[in-house]
């Protein structure tokens, strides 16, 4: 049952496109954001309608963009990924800099995405290596950490108590810290008279795995006491933000963090009844862990980092088959309670196009790194906003007259009818100011739509 708290009280019996039209509402006219000024809220008004028409498929005022900015406050302040993972402060006042001298020319409002680097390296994070922890101080990111972190033989574990599983397997595997909870009993043992299910709780591995766990938090609570001091968040100064959450497919879900690539490719060929079996558990994991959480009322969409259904990851029938049945009830779950689900299709979709087309007109934001956007304009263009394919090695490396003539083309393949945002394929994460500056150069001279 979802978390209907602060939604209304007829909420259950809205239609799909009443709670779409509700959330699209609440986006469009806040009534709890402080805004610094009058013009700040102006301004959201006309960025936040320019979202609602793109997701809508009509034409708005002019293309939105999104930008790849990536670490760039971070490198313009000479701030490095290791100093604003383990030194909160510096990263906000690089942002608060960046953003007093290029928000309003880029439209875009810097906050710090950095992951808490102290925080990680006392619970012993293994699914990631960073600056500092795993690779060198001077390293500009993080880097995922491939393993297989649930063994073939698991699949009945995960499937039986996916809880039990997460807390005395899976998460001892992937925190160092959490290896004392290897010792405990499983939860659903402790029935009336627990003496001996408790017993656990006095050994040093159990306790030392709980005060590390504090030590984190407190770590945490200084982290966060910092950003409230110092950071601002983007709405409040006029630029709306249509994240909500974040969230995977199921299939990349098991792929990804518990099996790892080559297994599960394995998998679907030598266990596939016990993964498709996993399959829809995750799915339902996901649905509950969305639909439950805090900010569900206030959530607008919902993005999907889509890893391993690209063309060349699997054939058209494993794909139908492994990856788009569970991806799809997923879907239909949020878009069931007005939430806009932003696919971010990693690599090239060109041949999934046809297969991933049947949902409700405006209810899924297709973000496209490698595809072929004349074909996406032509299949999913009527239907649903489609974004990117602005390659970020151009915006790395290219020249901003390159950058320009690339933003001019895709604006003029996909911007008819509206429902086109222009962007990046992916992150870059060291990009060229000046081809930033160029993208909004080329949105503003050929992205306005003449009404």
């Given at each position: 049952?979802?978390?209907?708290?602060?939604?209304?009280?007829?909420?259950?019996?809205?239609?799909?496109?009443?709670?779409?039209?509700?959330?699209?509402?609440?986006?469009?006219?806040?009534?709890?954001?402080?805004?610094?000024?009058?013009?700040?809220?102006?301004?959201?008004?006309?960025?936040?309608?320019?979202?609602?028409?793109?997701?809508?498929?009509?034409?708005?005022?002019?293309?939105?963009?999104?930008?790849?900015?990536?670490?760039?406050?971070?490198?313009?302040?000479?701030?490095?990924?290791?100093?604003?993972?383990?030194?909160?402060?510096?990263?906000?006042?690089?942002?608060?800099?960046?953003?007093?001298?290029?928000?309003e020319e880029l439209e875009y409002f810097s906050v710090p995405f950095v992951a808490p680097g102290k925080a990680m390296e006392i619970l012993d994070y293994k699914l990631y290596?960073?600056?500092?922890?795993?690779?060198?101080?001077?390293?500009?990111?993080?880097?995922?950490?491939?393993?297989?972190?649930?063994?073939?033989?698991?699949?009945?574990?995960?499937?039986?108590?996916?809880?039990?599983?997460?807390?005395?397997?899976?998460?001892?595997?992937?925190?160092?810290?959490?290896?004392?909870?290897?010792?405990?009993?499983?939860?659903?043992?402790?029935?009336?008279?627990?003496?001996?299910?408790?017993?656990?709780?006095?050994?040093?591995?159990?306790?030392?795995?709980?005060?590390?766990?504090?030590?984190?938090?407190?770590?945490?609570?200084?982290?966060?006491?910092?950003?409230?001091?110092?950071?601002?968040?983007?709405?409040?100064?006029?630029?709306?933000?249509?994240?909500?959450?974040?969230?995977?497919?199921?299939f990349d879900a098991i792929g990804d963090t518990l099996r790892g690539t080559k297994a599960i490719m394995m998998d679907m060929f030598r266990h596939a009844d016990e993964l498709?079996?996993?399959?829809?558990?995750?799915?339902?994991?996901?649905?509950?862990?969305?639909?439950?959480?805090?900010?569900?009322?206030?959530?607008?969409?919902?993005?999907?980092?889509?890893?391993?259904?690209?063309?060349?990851?699997?054939?058209?029938?494993?794909?139908?088959?492994?990856?788009?049945?569970?991806?799809?009830?997923?879907?239909?779950?949020?878009?069931?309670?007005?939430?806009?689900?932003?696919?971010?299709?990693?690599?090239?979709?060109?041949?999934?196009?046809?297969?991933?087309?049947?949902?409700?007109?405006?209810?899924?934001?297709?973000?496209?790194?490698?595809?072929?956007?004349?074909?996406?304009?032509?299949?999913?263009?009527?239907?649903?906003?489609?974004?990117?394919?602005?390659?970020?090695?151009?915006?790395?490396?290219?020249?901003?007259?390159?950058?320009?003539?690339?933003?001019?083309?895709?604006?003029?393949?996909?911007?008819?009818?509206?429902?086109?945002?222009?962007?990046?394929?992916?992150?870059?994460?060291?990009?060229?100011?000046?081809?930033?500056?160029?993208?909004?150069?080329?949105?503003?001279?050929?992205?306005?739509?003449?009404?």
């Open positions: 049952m979802p978390n209907y708290n602060g939604l209304p009280e007829n909420w259950a019996q809205l239609t799909p496109a009443q709670k779409r039209d509700y959330r699209l509402n609440q986006f469009l006219n806040p009534t709890d954001i402080p805004f610094v000024s009058q013009d700040a809220a102006k301004a959201y008004k006309v960025r936040a309608q320019r979202m609602v028409d793109v997701f809508n498929v009509k034409e708005p005022d002019r293309v939105p963009v999104s930008l790849p900015v990536g670490n760039l406050p971070l490198n313009l302040a000479g701030v490095s990924m290791h100093e604003a993972m383990y030194d909160i402060e510096k990263a906000i006042k690089a942002c608060n800099a960046f953003n007093e001298r290029y928000s290596a960073w600056p500092g922890h795993g690779l060198s101080t001077k390293a500009p990111n993080y880097q995922f950490v491939e393993g297989e972190y649930m063994k073939v033989e698991e699949y009945k574990d995960f499937v039986r108590d996916p809880s039990d599983f997460w807390l005395r397997t899976y998460l001892p595997r992937i925190f160092g810290a959490f290896n004392g909870f290897r010792l405990l009993s499983p939860l659903p043992d402790i029935l009336e008279i627990p003496t001996g299910q408790l017993m656990p709780l006095a050994l040093p591995q159990v306790q030392n795995t709980f005060q590390r766990l504090i030590d984190a938090g407190k770590d945490l609570q200084r982290r966060n006491e910092i950003s409230a001091k110092l950071m601002t968040f983007p709405s409040v100064h006029g630029f709306p933000s249509t994240m909500g959450t974040l969230t995977v497919a199921p498709l079996e996993a399959l829809e558990v995750m799915t339902e994991l996901i649905i509950h862990s969305v639909l439950n959480a805090p900010n569900f009322s206030r959530l607008l969409t919902v993005m999907f980092p889509l890893h391993k259904g690209a063309d060349g990851w699997m054939s058209a029938k494993q794909f139908d088959t492994f990856y788009w049945p569970t991806m799809k009830k997923v879907m239909d779950a949020f878009i069931n309670e007005g939430i806009i689900c932003s696919l971010f299709a990693e690599g090239g979709y060109n041949t999934r196009l046809e297969s991933v087309k049947d949902f409700p007109k405006g209810t899924v934001v297709w973000w496209f790194d490698q595809s072929d956007m004349v074909k996406a304009k032509k299949i999913l263009g009527d239907r649903f906003c489609i974004q990117g394919n602005v390659p970020s090695s151009l915006i790395v490396t290219g020249t901003p007259a390159a950058v320009k003539d690339r933003c001019r083309k895709l604006i003029e393949d996909c911007g008819k009818g509206g429902g086109y945002v222009l962007g990046a394929g992916c992150v870059a994460d060291d990009p060229k100011l000046e081809n930033l500056q160029a993208m909004m150069e080329a949105v503003r001279e050929y992205g306005v739509y003449r009404k």
